[in-house]
Nanobody, 123 residues
Framework: QLQACGGGSVQAGGSLRLSCAAS????????MGWFRQAPGKEREFVAA???????LYSNSVKGRFTMSRENAKNTVYLQMNSLKPEDTAVYYC???????????????????WGQGTQVTVSS
């Protein structure tokens, strides 16, 4: 089970940190990812940690968001800085034990999902 939290409402330029705790599984053995979905839009890739430990980011968040993981707590984080109104969405964490790097960006390939946490950025 994945439990995401840390969302909220901030003004543009502000920061938030999301966390995703993985219960019942060891996060270090899974690829972990963050996606987001705005109203009326498809779920969008944000960042992911592949099975080799490399972290990839979408171009829209690169340089502003930082993904990290704390294996001892089975938790991954998404530090979001310099937030923009277009970052407003429900953010989801995902996990998969066998996803290949080339499929990380596509939400359809991920097996496990958290419930989502709302992030709202006002201008």
């Amino acid at each position: 089970q994945l439990q995401a939290c840390g969302g909220g409402s901030v003004q543009a330029g502000g920061s938030l940190r999301l966390s995703c705790a993985a219960s019942g599984r060891t996060s270090s053995r899974y690829a972990m990812g963050w996606f987001r979905q705005a109203p009326g839009k498809e779920r969008e890739f944000v960042a992911a940690n592949n099975l080799s430990g490399n972290i990839l980011y979408s171009n829209s968040v690169k340089g502003r968001f930082t993904m990290s993981r704390e294996n001892a707590k089975n938790t991954v984080y998404l530090q979001m800085n310099s937030l923009k109104p277009e970052d407003t969405a429900v953010y989801y964490c995902a996990a998969d034990r066998s996803i290949i790097t080339g499929n990380l960006w596509n939400y359809k390939y991920w097996d496990y999902w958290g419930q989502g946490t709302q992030v709202t950025v006002s201008s």
